[in-house]
């Protein structure tokens, strides 16, 4: 089985024991040498000021390659482009551009009225400056606003061909959903990198939430084994197995490219890394 590539995705903190869960998280992960790590944007860009911050600490003090999460909500497109302008005025030379979720109790999401009508357009604009590397949100299992089974395969080409270098997956439980999009993605001449997004379950009861409230389909087998783990209290050995499991078939069906989303808890994301054979950084480690 040949090593793949991984990137890791952290969320900026909101209060002093969120700073040091995201920098042991930094710290732990960045001696496996991820092709990048992203930021992400709280709903309603509720963590706008925060994810700068982080992005800019990432780069500045960790050296690693960051992808700054830009979304469309609540900002001008003016506002959103003095943003991207900020972030490659310090160096961050990806970002991943989002629609995004709309502020809590709003419904669904509606654009600004000077604002950016969705993602397509985004990516559209960012392109143009010439200054990134776009990165982009994909759908194995369908997204909960999509119209039909093919919207999300439409849309996902709309946005690669408005200039987005590659996407990431909404995370999913089974390999061969995200094989299946993928073929289905190539016989829509999609051409560009699709990077599986893999979600290590630490909370089984917030993870399937999670799943429910994105559209992610939960086999009933999953659930099945996580109840029967609870009762035996084995939950973390079964967390670890199956995501191992996950990922190593699919680098054994030619993907090359693993994207963790952390919740900012680096441990197990740490040890499946290890168990694919994903060793340290041991130059990165003397300098720690």
């Not at 809590?104 to 010439?130: C, I, N, Q, Y």
């Amino acid at each position: 089985m040949s090593q793949p590539r991984v990137s890791f995705e952290f969320f900026p903190p909101k209060s002093l024991d969120g700073s040091f869960r995201l920098w042991e998280t930094v710290q732990v992960l960045q001696h496996l040498n991820p092709s990048f790590v992203s930021v992400t944007y709280g709903a309603g860009g509720t963590t706008r000021k925060l994810t700068h911050e982080a992005v800019e600490t990432i780069h500045r003090h960790y050296g690693l390659n960051v992808a700054a999460h830009l979304t469309c909500v609540d900002a001008t497109r003016a506002e959103t482009l003095e943003i991207a302008r900020g972030y490659a005025e310090v160096g961050v030379t990806e970002i991943v551009a989002l629609r995004g979720d709309p502020p809590k109790g709003s419904g669904r999401f509606a654009p600004h009225p000077d604002g950016f009508r969705d993602s397509a357009e985004l990516v559209a604009a960012l392109a143009e400056t010439g200054k990134f590397k776009l990165r982009v949100g994909a759908y194995p299992d369908r997204h909960p606003e999509a119209a039909d089974g093919d919207a999300d395969i439409r849309w996902l080409k709309r946005k690669i061909e408005a200039g987005a270098h590659s996407a990431i997956t909404q995370f999913f439980f089974e390999a061969d959903t995200f094989l299946r999009f993928r073929d289905r993605c190539a016989a829509a001449g999609i051409d560009a990198p699709i990077i599986p997004g893999i979600l290590p379950i630490e909370n089984w009861k917030g993870v399937r939430k999670f799943a429910e409230n994105c559209g992610t389909v939960v086999p009933a087998w999953v659930d099945e084994a996580f109840e029967k783990a609870e009762r035996d209290g084995r939950t973390d050995i079964l967390a670890r197995a199956l995501c191992t499991e996950l990922c190593s078939t699919l680098i054994d069906e030619g993907v090359e490219d693993l994207h963790f989303y952390t919740l900012n808890k680096p441990h197990l994301t740490r040890d499946i890394c290890h168990a694919l054979g994903i060793a340290p950084d041991v130059n990165l480690e003397k300098v720690a």
